[in-house]
């Protein structure tokens, strides 16, 4: 059965709905850990009259706000369930959600984490958009050589995706050093080892909006430090197994110019992956911008220069 874990802090114009789009799927969850940590505003009251007709949720009270991947880490310690799916407390899944990741995992249950195709919310608009993955054209089971391959810079979205406990656990949860790219590492980390379930339906909906925990990648000084960490962690021993599926499959793309910044003005970054990290950054601008004006000899020297990265 899934766990769902929430962390909320001043989200009571959002936290009703989240929940409720939860417990209109309780046959699925186990139980419902949702932390408030110290909200100014009515999100407690709100949390509480849920848990008055859905014995699954507990609540759990900070007296001093801790920060979110502090909260979410606690919780995931006292997870009793065989799965794991944290929430963010702005966020909300679509019906069926929960159905779907139980059949997958039920079929494939080496699995590391199960998810569809994420919606992404922009309050301000109110424009809804779903952004299809292509993972796969039915539901099913992806090995982690066939993500490398089919991934091609894209994401495996951390709103909606369920994790198996027991690696969950395993890889040591959620790295708060990563502060808003925690959830984006542990994805990747998880498909490359393990494989994911994918079905080809939207399935969450991430709210997007100034106050987005998932917005501190702006403060560029801050973004610099956490992609220095991330670095650091792929380049460890640690992570030696998956470093090159995070090159190859340029999942690193996603962390934009901040990359390139680090990697060219860090050298004791440098190792054997820097030239194809670039290469791969730098790829898609010098296609479609370069390309047509490009002589032949050095669209030439350009794809040999990939066949010997990559080969």
């Known amino acids: ?11 009571g114009h959002y936290i009703g709905y989240t929940i409720d789009a939860v417990i209109k799927q309780d046959e699925f969850i186990h139980e419902y850990l949702i932390t408030d940590d110290c909200s100014t505003d009515n999100s407690l009251e709100i949390i509480s009259r849920k848990a ?27 997870v009793t369930g065989n799965y794991i799916f ?19 995992f039920n079929q494939y249950p080496e699995a590391a984490l199960c998810c569809g195709d994420p919606v992404f919310l922009y309050v301000d608009s109110g424009q809804q958009i779903v952004q299809k993955l292509n993972l796969r054209d039915t539901p099913g089971y992806l090995s982690p050589s066939e993500i490398v391959t089919k991934l091609s810079g894209g994401i495996i979205p951390g709103h909606c995706s369920v994790f198996r406990a027991s690696v969950f656990n395993s890889c040591g949860g959620f790295n708060e050093r990563l502060k808003w790219h925690y959830d984006w590492f ?10 994911i379930c994918f079905f080809p339906s939207p399935a969450a909906v991430m709210r997007v909006h100034s106050n987005s925990y998932s917005t501190g990648h702006k403060d560029k000084a801050q973004q610099l430090l956490v992609v220095k960490e991330i670095i650091k962690l792929l380049q460890s021993s640690t992570y030696a197994d998956i470093y090159p599926s995070f ?17 060219i003005f860090n050298p ?3 190792d054997k992956f820097t030239l194809m990290i670039l ?12 390309f047509p004006y490009m002589p032949v000899f050095c669209i030439q020297v350009y794809r040999h220069l990939k066949r010997l990265l990559f080969s």
């Open 247 to 263: 090159v190859k499959s340029k999942a690193l793309n996603f962390l934009g110019s901040s990359l390139v910044h680090t990697l």
């Open 279 to 290: 290469f791969n950054y730098y790829s898609p601008y010098i296609k479609n911008f370069l």
């Open 86 to 104: 944290p929430q963010s407390s702005d966020d909300f899944v679509l019906p069926g959600f929960f159905k779907s990741v139980k059949q997958l």
């Open 186 to 195: 542990l994805t990747l980390v998880l498909a490359f080892r393990f494989g």
């Open 52 to 78: 008055l007709h859905c014995t699954k949720i507990k609540i759990f009270i900070n007296k001093i706000n801790l920060g979110c991947n502090i909260c979410v880490n606690a919780l995931q310690s006292m």
């Open 1 to 11: 059965m899934i766990s769902v874990i929430m962390t909320n802090y001043n989200y």
């Open 268 to 270: 004791h970054y440098w």
